[in-house]
Nanobody
Framework: QVQLRESGGGLVQDGGSLTLSCTPS???????MGWFRQAPGKEQQFVGG????????DYADSMKGRCTISRDNAENTFYLQMNILKPDDTAVYYC?????????????????WGQGTRVTVAS
């Protein structure tokens, strides 16, 4: 059973930075990790993803240049580092895992989800 534990959300000022963490367990079937977000009243949005080895990354156009997804092999933890945050980045951010080997997975191929961590960017 795959479980994902997220942390790192909080309040940050406009233009600030924040790093979210996700630690998966039950990882035998995971081939890729992704980050998604959902703002109030809006649909879920893909932020970015990384394959299990950490050798490939993929980012939404809106986040390119402002975020970095990485993996710490020793800690078995994945990170989403976000910079130059804007109020529009306010959302609940979710970590997700996919068992699909093909890169990158489609959104519907992320089968396991964390509980979400809230990020609020104050103007």
């Amino acid at each position: 059973q795959v479980q994902l534990r997220e942390s790192g959300g909080g309040l940050v000022q406009d233009g600030g930075s924040l790093t979210l963490s996700c630690t998966p367990s039950g990882t035998n079937i995971i081939k890729a990790m992704g980050w998604f977000r959902q703002a109030p009243g809006k649909e879920q949005q893909f932020v970015g993803g990384i394959n299990w080895s950490g050798s490939k990354t993929d980012y939404a156009d809106s986040m390119k240049g402002r975020c970095t997804i990485s993996r710490d092999n020793a800690e078995n933890t994945f990170y989403l580092q976000m910079n130059i945050l804007k109020p529009d980045d306010t959302a609940v951010y979710y970590c997700a895992a996919s068992g699909v080997l093909r890169w990158p997975p489609q959104t519907y191929e992320y089968d396991y989800w964390g509980q979400g961590t809230r990020v609020t960017v104050a103007s």
